[in-house]
């Protein structure tokens, strides 16, 4: 014999304080509401009405007042009630010729008013309305909230100085809205700024729009950013607002933005110059509202050199920019990120032994290269804890590519070489000494920004 089903936990019912300087109103009021599956508490005397929202002891879900009352009239109710917390729904209760009032009431934030005499009923349908739109708005609130937390400065993992003043830029452009260009490798974490930079900011709870340039060819990427009417192309069976618009009061992110097509590039200029975006086909342009923040790896300014990118563009686009050190210019972030991830894939892979690292499986990995950067280094370490079979995580256990010479030796040894080259590799080596900090080893250095950007991506240019 099947035993039966255990007893369901019985759903609350909502909670509402009726007010009404007429008692036997409040509690037919509140009455009815209880037949309607509302836990109702009627209240004659407004000031008593107040103290209980604001002790919050019981919770009220929603408040139903009169307007007109002596002492704490239904508008000041409105603002208690409001003001203990700001998602509860209120609903006001008024005569015929206190309208005008009623609607002042809207204004500052009721949710609805109803005209004496009216049906419970009508008043039970507009509650089970507010509530619904309290929780959809607390829901969405939590969401917003977790992930302004989830891509907040104080979870970014480092304190080398080059991180440091990272995390110093990030705080400071936050609150605007000028253009960011963001520059670093690949696997440096460019994605995770641009997302810092606009949950910190203004925008937060405006939509985050993300495209990657290198993702699509060019005539597709148009359509996606700005929109394309019907017909517009074969294959455009419906109209389709683009990015841009879907972005509208935002944040655009636009990724690899160094991939672009010239002719793309000329359209894009435009409408950041104009602040207005014509979707392909149509015959009106549309104004739109949108903080664009861009990311490369490439060389921007050797790709203007070269023709494959505008510097008119990139004026438009660099009003701000934020470089990201590789990991090898901030290799004292290595242990900290080491324990990090290892924190992360235990818990994706909590049937792993893995606990930590071997002093010497961490010098190795300290003096690694990491051309992948923070990416590679993540994908490491969840490759031991997968794999490992014990507690420590030895040398023996890290991956071949680990194993190669480490970035940071200057060798001289072997063929002579161009005086260039000797250039271009003690560049490289000073800025890894002073933290990834450029504009101090040009200082160091003697020379200015732009001569070392051009050492810099000469030598890169050379070892890929």
């Not at 004026?315 to 990201?324: F, M």
């Not at 499986?361 to 690694?368: C, M, R």
């Amino acid at each position: 014999m099947s035993k039966p089903p255990p007893p369901s936990e019985p759903v609350a019912r909502p909670r509402v304080l009726v007010v009404d300087d007429e008692l036997s109103m409040a509690e037919m009021v509140a009455d009815g509401l209880g037949e309607r599956g509302f836990d109702a508490t009627a209240i004659g005397a407004s000031a008593s009405a107040a103290k209980l929202l604001e002790a919050n002891d019981p919770r009220f879900d929603a408040v139903v007042t009169d307007l007109r009352m002596p002492g704490i009239d239904g508008l000041e109710m409105l603002s208690i009630a409001r003001r203990t917390d700001p998602g509860r729904p209120v609903i006001v209760m008024t005569a015929y010729s206190a309208v005008e009032t009623a609607i002042e009431s809207i204004r500052r934030g009721a949710y609805h008013y109803l005209t004496k005499p009216f049906k419970v009923d009508e008043l039970a349908l507009f509650l089970d309305r507010a509530l619904d739109d309290a929780k959809v708005r607390r829901e969405a609130e939590t969401l917003k909230r977790t992930l302004r937390d989830r891509f907040s400065i104080a979870n970014f993992v480092g304190k080398s100085a080059a991180m440091r003043e990272v995390e110093d830029l990030i705080e400071r452009i936050a609150e605007t809205t000028v253009p960011v260009l963001v520059l670093g490798e690949t696997g440096t974490g460019k994605g995770l700024v641009v997302r810092a930079i606009h949950a910190q900011g203004a925008r937060a709870n405006a939509p985050f729009v993300a495209v990657n340039c290198a993702a699509l060819p060019a005539n597709l990427l148009e359509s996606e950013l700005f929109g394309h009417e019907r017909g517009a192309f074969t294959g455009a069976t419906t109209s389709r607002a683009g990015l841009f618009a879907e972005a509208h009061g935002g944040t655009l992110f636009l990724d690899e933005i160094g991939e672009m097509s010239a002719g793309l590039q000329a359209k894009l200029l435009r409408v950041l110059e104009t602040g207005m975006v014509r979707p392909v086909g149509a015959s009106k342009e549309q104004r739109f509202d949108v903080r664009i923040i861009t990311a490369t790896h490439r060389d921007l300014r050797a790709r203007i050199a070269s023709g494959e990118f505008r510097e008119d563009l990139l004026y438009r686009l660099e009003v701000v920019s934020i470089e990201l050190p590789p990991l090898r210019h901030r290799r004292e972030d290595i242990p900290l990120l080491l324990a990090h991830f290892l924190e992360r894939a235990r818990s994706k892979h909590p049937r792993s032994p893995v606990e930590r690292f071997k002093p010497e499986a961490l010098e190795l990995l300290t003096s690694y290269a990491w051309p992948g950067n923070v990416r590679e280094l993540e994908h490491v370490v969840e490759r031991v804890t997968v794999l490992g079979r014990a507690p420590d995580v030895g040398v023996e256990d890290l991956p071949a590519s680990v194993h190669a010479r480490p970035a940071n030796e200057m060798a001289f040894g072997g063929p002579v070489v161009p005086m260039r080259e000797i250039q271009h590799r003690y560049a490289a080596w000073a800025l890894e000494q002073l933290g990834g900090r450029k504009m101090l080893t040009a200082e160091k250095l003697g020379v200015d920004d732009k001569t070392l950007a051009r050492l810099l991506a000469e030598g890169a240019a050379r070892a890929g």
